[in-house]
């Protein structure tokens, strides 16, 4: 694939956006330019319109009827990280189909920052907010309804959405009262209360809208299919869009490291399944040399795309907060692309003036699977990729994460921490969350028990107002639920756990047990 190769000084990363320091100088669009976006927004950010559709007519059909003539708006991919201004970039136009840049490193969807930054913060905010929880296509969807922050070149014929996002952001009230010393302000994005069961749905539909986009006339790019490899919600969520476009998918999975919920998906969706003889970065080497050979489009994070769909997930918090930014997200990382995304999320808004400032991010490992706390711990200085071992949190044993350097990056800018948690703490955390009324998985699990830590040595305090995101459901990770409630872990005390009681069906047997369990409260 050759490489676009252009000077581009305006178009700096959202990093050093010009713009970033004073947003209050920014022009203010005209009034032309403002319609015209409103109407390719398709609902204004007033009032939006009340109207009934013709009964022959579907949503996409609507949209289509709506189309209001493309904005100014674009977006394309750059090595990342950027290289010191001025350098000459290399660019790709997001219809190249393309991975890595030209010496071999990761890739990033950049943004035109300066069309965007043409209208002011309160503009975006109204506009976003204009579009929640409504069925307008495709902007009922919590990623499509940031288009504009997301792919904003793509027809909306061209989207495969299945109204992803818009989940929901849990008071954990009981939790941050009750076992983590008074916390007032604990929060838990729900982002695994979705589609497929975890929160890849949210790149996913930006990854297969593309697919779709370049698979059509005019492009009719000869895409045979999209693949992945997976700890087994990336498989889920490729299939699922996949399916819902027509689109073949094969996925790459480590055999008897996912839980049977997770494996059921792919196959019920259709997909090419194969269970393979490795761990996930096995099957992670293996889907990229297959992908370099077959006209198979790489669907895992290491493809940017993916990214600017979980970062909506960021922003949806600061939307949910009516703006106002938390002082602290926890994140489970385990391939490294979602505290990237994040970061990103949170970036663009703090650049374009939707909010002031930056939250500060934590990376929860697994101790079983933890090369970036231990890259950490070295100040930064050494990057060791391992063999993760198993853990609970199986969708993050990954000892060789492909998006390490956009980590660093988000962390760094963030002033963020990396925490570890053990089994026996992941486990705790997660059973303890469940009695307070979630139904929390494994790596939820991780990211509370890295909360845990930082309250106990203070360095998140009582009124922070703190976001642990929930990576996945619960139900998806049932075994290992179902292992620590019967006290089959080795060396765990399982210091939650609540057996059922097997009583004789008899009133008196049963009138015992309930005395006994209720002792003192009857
Ligand atoms: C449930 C769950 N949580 C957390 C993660 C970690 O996300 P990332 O790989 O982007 O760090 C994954 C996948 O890796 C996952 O499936
Ligand atoms: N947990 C992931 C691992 C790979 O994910 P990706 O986001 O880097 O593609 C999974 O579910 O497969």
Redesign the pocket.
Known sequence: MAATTTHAPSLSFLLSHPHSAAPQLRLRPSPHHRLRCATDAAAAPAAPAKHRRAADENIREEAARHRAPSNDFSAWYEPFPPGPDGDPHERYSLDEIVYRSSSGGLLDVRHDMDALARFPGSYWRDLFDSRVGRTTWPYGSGVWSKKEFVLPGIDPDHIVSLFEGNSNLFWAERLGRDHLGGMKDLWVKHC?ISHTG???DLGMTVLVSQVNRLRRAPLSRPIAGVGCAS????SAALSAYCAAAGIPAIVFLPANRISLEQLIQPIANGATVLSLDTDFDGCMRLIREVTAELPIYLAN?LNSLRLEG?KTAAIEILQQFDWEVPDWII???????????FYKGFEMCRVLGLVDRLPRLV?AQAANANPLYRYYKSGWTQFQPQVAEPTF?S??Q?GD?V?VDR?VVALKATNGIVAEATEEELMNAMSLADRTGMFA?P??G?ALAALFKLREDRTIGPNDRTVVVS??HGL?FSQSKIDYHDKKIEDMACKYANPPVSVKADFGAVMDVLKKRLKGKL
Request: aromatic letters at 6%; glycine letters at 14%; hydrophobic letters at 35%.
């Open positions: 695994g975890s929160f890849k700890t087994g919600d990336t994070s979980q994140v489970p990382g385990g391939n490294l692309g979602n505290i990237y995304a990376c949190a969708a993050i990954i994460p998006s980590a998985c790596h939820t991780v990576t996945a998806k």
